[in-house]
């Protein structure tokens, strides 16, 4: 068998590809950005082209940096930014429109009218998910209703849609395979959780022909291969898909209910392996399909934190606090805790387990001795305040604590917040040797299919622990803390 997987992590402002040996070495990591296009104010699009240009391009450098040529590729994984929706022509393989983004809130209303027809409730038991312009049913009902011409051409079947992975299988196997998978489709709001299948009643209510959609097939098996590309050869073998924050949950080998990751990026996304059947929370949270394989579904629970990294950014460029992100570490640790100072960093409102998106942010406890690194200290607090909340959250479903917590993205190198993480926590915070676990997900997936890896067992016997945080912080001072934190919230 060829010595290598390939992973195409296609993301919200960029797209990366990383060459694999059977023994995780990274062999190439290449990134490469590409545009985002505002039209108006809410509204997001990306350019399907442009992203495809962004996804060949990365890949031709990703396997010239490895010295990997095509014949060498075992078969390529793709984890993808989900709820993003893209239509295209199936009779010439061209967009129809900019894709929408999942940022995008044009659907805002149409949300609010079918929550106060009394909707919500039906949708979420059938999805897991609340009525919110973030997934894609009524970014694709927009599409079909708001552009001249496309309802006909759907109804006619001469359009495809799909999430960002669906179009990159599309487009890599040459338009034989138009296909998802139930991680992805999940976020839809237009798959049953429990059958697997795109629901008709789902369809009707949200006015989408089901001429449009793909396949959902599993996470890992062979939806087709390589065709017509200049960048790699024919048949090498597209092979495993999951959505970004699913990808990453199984990269981080969290095979077993109640095993938990979070992902730290520009927001945070906390995601927890609940076992074989659905679990609709009680405590604001997501459910959702985290991989199916041959014989074997597994969901999870999902919270999500809109602003984590990205308020260091705001640090950064808001207030001109750092020069860089990595400056917020040496800053904050320059005090020994916040001088009471609390920061609540609701730049985009709030998320699970509150879902109040009206909140903003705040800032308490200020004083005449308030300095930058007090700032520092309490801004690294408040994005492990937030994913503490939502642990919690998850505890409080299936009465559990977590037996650690792994975590993953940019943000862990930062080791002064992964042992605040711990302390509010208090549990055992794991950070992996390889912390591109989305990409690892999908290279993963991918190799379970075409017996790269044999099976999950070894997957996990390759995982291997970077640094473990353990708590340090006493009962009572956590204690203390949560409730000046819990108060902030709600002035928020």
Not at 106 to 135: H, I, M, S
Not at 150 to 166: C, H, N, P, S, V
């Amino acid at each position: 068998m060829a010595p290598h997987v390939v992973a195409i992590d296609q993301g919200t402002t960029g797209t990366t590809v990383l060459v694999l040996d059977k023994r995780l070495t990274v062999k190439a990591k290449v990134n490469s950005e590409f545009p985002q296009h505002f039209p108006r104010p809410g509204w997001v699009e990306h350019d399907l082209e442009e992203i495809w240009d962004s996804t060949t391009g990365t890949l031709r450098r990703a396997l010239a940096k490895a010295g990997v040529k095509g014949k060498d590729v075992a078969a390529i994984g793709i984890t993808n930014q989900r709820e993003t929706v893209a239509v295209w022509s199936r009779s010439t393989g061209r967009p129809v429109h900019r894709a929408i983004v999942w940022q995008d809130r044009r659907t805002a209303a149409a949300c609010e009218r079918l929550k106060a027809e009394g909707k919500e409730d039906g949708v979420r038991e059938r999805t897991g998910l609340v009525l919110d312009p973030y997934f894609s049913a009524t970014k694709l009902a927009w599409l079909l209703q708001e552009v001249k011409g496309l309802r006909k051409r759907a109804e006619e079947g001469d359009l495809a849609f799909g999430t960002i992975d669906t179009f990159l299988t599309w487009r890599l196997t040459g338009g034989a395979a138009h296909v998802t998978d139930p991680s992805n489709a999940s976020r839809t709001l237009l798959m049953n959780l429990r059958t697997l299948n795109w629901d008709p009643d789902l369809l009707e209510l949200f006015g989408i022909p089901g001429t449009l959609l793909p396949r959902i097939g599993l996470s890992s098996e062979v939806y087709g291969t390589t065709r017509g590309l200049r960048v790699v050869p024919d048949g090498i073998p597209v092979a495993g898909i999951a959505g970004d924050q699913q990808a990453a949950l199984f990269g981080q080998a969290c095979f077993a209910p109640g095993e938990a990751k979070c992902t730290y990026g520009t927001g945070a996304f906390v995601l927890v392996n609940t076992g074989t059947e659905p679990t609709l929370s009680k405590h604001g949270l997501l459910t959702t399909v985290a991989w199916s394989l041959p014989g074997e579904v597994a969901y999870a629970l999902e919270g999500s934190a809109f602003i984590a990294g990205a308020a260091v950014q705001w640090l950064r460029d808001g207030l001109g606090l750092i020069r860089q992100a990595s400056d917020v570490e040496p800053l904050a640790r320059s005090v020994p805790d916040t001088g009471g100072v609390v920061f609540v960093p609701a730049l985009a409102g709030l998320g699970a387990p509150y879902w109040r998106p009206r909140a903003r942010g705040l800032i308490t406890g200020i004083d005449r001795g308030t300095t930058a690194a007090h700032l520092a200290r309490a801004t690294l607090e408040g994005i492990a305040l937030e994913i503490h909340d939502l642990a919690a959250a998850m505890q409080a479903e299936s009465g559990k604590p977590f037996p650690v917590f792994k975590v993953d993205g940019g943000a862990t190198a930062n080791d002064l917040l992964m042992q605040m993480q711990s302390d509010l926590l208090g549990v055992p915070v794991v950070r992996p040797r390889m912390v591109e676990t989305t990409a690892l997900g999908a290279a993963f997936l991918a190799g379970l299919a075409v017996g790269f890896w044999k099976s999950k067992e070894e997957i996990r016997a390759s995982w291997k622990t970077d640094r473990r945080f353990t708590p340090r912080m006493k009962g009572p001072e956590r204690e203390e803390l949560l409730a000046r934190w819990r108060t902030a919230v709600e002035r928020a």
